[in-house]
Nanobody, 118 residues
Framework: QVQFVESGGGLVQPGGSLRLSCAAS????????MSWYRQTPGTERELVAG????????NWADSVKGRFTVSRDDEKNIVYLQMNNLKTEDTAVYYC???????????WGQGTQVTVSA
């Protein structure tokens, strides 16, 4: 059974940083590209960043380029999202899934809430 458990969200002031983690299970993690998504109420879930197997390639949404970094630990089956210089528009629930540009699995975790506010 595929599972994703996101953590690390919270309330942070503009300009601050957070590091999100996503623990994945139920599939061969090292064999899959992984990605982060975010969603705000009433909007579609959008791709934030992706990382290929063995970290060969990475992609980011234009809105987070230069501020967010994605990484993975294939021994722990965890994908990370380091978010720096956070802006109010980064406020959302953040999710992870397998895949590089689009989610591979239909199942999602509970997500982790990131709120950027003064």
């Amino acid at each position: 059974q595929v599972q994703f458990v996101e953590s690390g969200g919270g309330l942070v002031q503009p300009g601050g940083s957070l590091r999100l983690s996503c623990a994945a299970s139920g599939f061969s993690f090292p064999s899959f590209d992984m990605s982060w998504y975010r969603q705000t109420p009433g909007t579609e879930r959008e791709l934030v960043a992706g990382i290929s197997t063995q970290s060969y390639g990475k992609n980011w949404a234009d809105s987070v380029k230069g501020r967010f970094t994605v990484s993975r630990d294939d021994e722990k089956n965890i994908v990370y999202l380091q978010m720096n210089n956070l802006k109010t528009e980064d406020t959302a629930v953040y999710y992870c899934n397998a895949g590089y540009y689009r989610p591979h699995f239909d199942s999602w975790g509970q997500g982790t809430q990131v709120t950027v506010s003064a």
